[in-house]
């Protein structure tokens, strides 16, 4: 296993890179405090710790696996590179994909969501005649025609929007990856077609169909 010798400085509540296992190509890296992504809301997420690369490497921000899977939280530039030349605080750029507007419909036909909602949020409805919003207890919601007949506003227990991301400080919120930098040579050419092997196709071509 090929290692590099990377300069680190910790700021407060900032931690290490940690591998998990001996042949992990990614360290987990750490949110430094505690944070609320609302639906929609786009974030960097702080890691408080600087490092000094070689001259010859790049390191990648990539997403963990498990958060992409089963929560809503996105790493949309990834991968991040921080240059070598970089020694400013390294983040997490994160966004919270959750599109609150499909849960009215999720509601209606999903029962274990309903009861969910029923029991831990509020559900603000319009008022029709002055355009505000009348809070009811998710208790009082008992049909689906209710549910069904304006839209709706779903408040959890910090009165955020449902689908709100709370991070905690610690938790294991990406990867990074190190990387040897190459730099092109680029060589002005006529025809690029003649050069090599020519495989043909476009953007697209190895796409559904």
């Given at each position: 296993m090929k290692k590099e010798k990377i300069h680190i400085e910790l700021m407060e509540d900032g931690r290490?890179?940690?591998y998990a296992n001996f042949n992990d190509a990614g360290a987990d890296v750490y949110a430094a405090e505690d944070l609320v992504i609302r639906p929609g809301e786009k974030?960097?997420?702080?890691l408080n710790f600087k490092?000094?690369?070689?001259?010859?490497?790049?390191?990648?921000?990539?997403?963990?696996?498990?958060?992409?899977?089963?929560?809503?939280?996105?790493?949309?530039?990834?991968?991040?590179?921080?240059?070598?030349?970089?020694?400013?605080?390294?983040?997490?750029?994160?966004?919270?994909?959750?599109?609150?507007?499909?849960?009215?419909?999720?509601?209606?036909?999903?029962?274990e969501l309903r009861a969910?909602?029923?029991?831990?949020?509020?559900?603000?409805?319009?008022?029709?005649?002055?355009?505000?919003?009348?809070?009811?207890?998710?208790?009082?919601?008992?049909?689906?025609?209710?549910?069904?007949?304006?839209?709706?506003?779903?408040?959890?227990?910090?009165?955020?929007?449902y689908g709100t991301l709370y991070i905690e400080k610690g938790t294991k919120i990406a990867q990074v990856v190190f990387n040897e930098v190459i730099h092109a040579e680029f060589i002005e050419t006529d025809d690029v077609s003649i050069i090599g092997k020519n495989r043909g196709g476009g953007y697209g071509s190895t796409g559904l169909k």
């Open positions: 290490i890179p940690a974030i960097i997420i702080p490092v000094a690369l070689p001259d010859s490497i790049e390191m990648q921000v990539r997403p963990r696996s498990g958060l992409s899977l089963k929560t809503s939280l996105s790493i949309p530039n990834s991968p991040g590179t921080v240059d070598a030349g970089y020694r400013n605080p390294v983040g997490v750029i994160a966004e919270n994909t959750y599109n609150i507007a499909t849960l009215p419909y999720e509601m209606l036909y999903n029962e969910e909602v029923q029991r831990n949020c509020r559900i603000l409805f319009p008022d029709k005649k002055d355009g505000v919003f009348t809070t009811y207890s998710a208790k009082g919601t008992e049909t689906q025609e209710t549910l069904g007949l304006a839209p709706f506003l779903v408040l959890d227990e910090q009165n955020n929007p």
